[in-house]
């Protein structure tokens, strides 16, 4: 049974930094991606950033909303994904979901009805 963990969310202000981590259990690792997502309310779920674990193992994707303020990586002697936010914004401000499987390709990570195992959140709020 794959079970994804998140954690590492909280309230900051504008500008701070939160480093987000999922803990991947029972997952067999696919030819494609490892991703983070995120919702805010009243609003679709988008994935923000991916990391290749196939062929393309350890190539990043972000979103541009996310691109040069947050980073991806993936431990795998710990099948451990992180999401390192800086720079913060208001706009930041959503549960955040650890995913997999998901296509990369270029700024896209998705599609959401693809993906088979979702963590149960973490929320990240960010304050002005």
């Known amino acids: 049974q794959v079970q994804l963990v998140e954690s590492g969310g909280g309230s900051v202000q504008t500008g701070g930094s939160l480093r987000l981590s999922c803990e991947a259990s029972?997952?067999?690792?696919?030819?494609?991606?490892m991703g983070w997502f995120r919702q805010a309310p009243e609003k679709e779920r988008e994935g923000v950033a991916g990391?290749?674990?196939?062929?393309?193992?350890?190539?990043?994707y972000y979103a541009n909303s996310v691109k040069g303020r947050f980073t991806i990586s993936h431990d795998s002697t710990k099948n451990t994904l992180f999401l390192q936010m800086n720079s913060l914004r208001p706009e930041d401000t959503a549960m955040y979901y650890c995913a997999a499987p998901v296509s990369c390709s270029g700024t896209y990570i998705g599609p959401i009805t693809s993906v088979t195992n979702w963590g149960q959140g973490t929320q990240v709020s960010v304050s002005s």
């Open positions: 029972g997952y067999t690792y696919h030819s494609s991606c």
């Open positions: 990391i290749g674990t196939g062929i393309n193992r350890g190539n990043t």
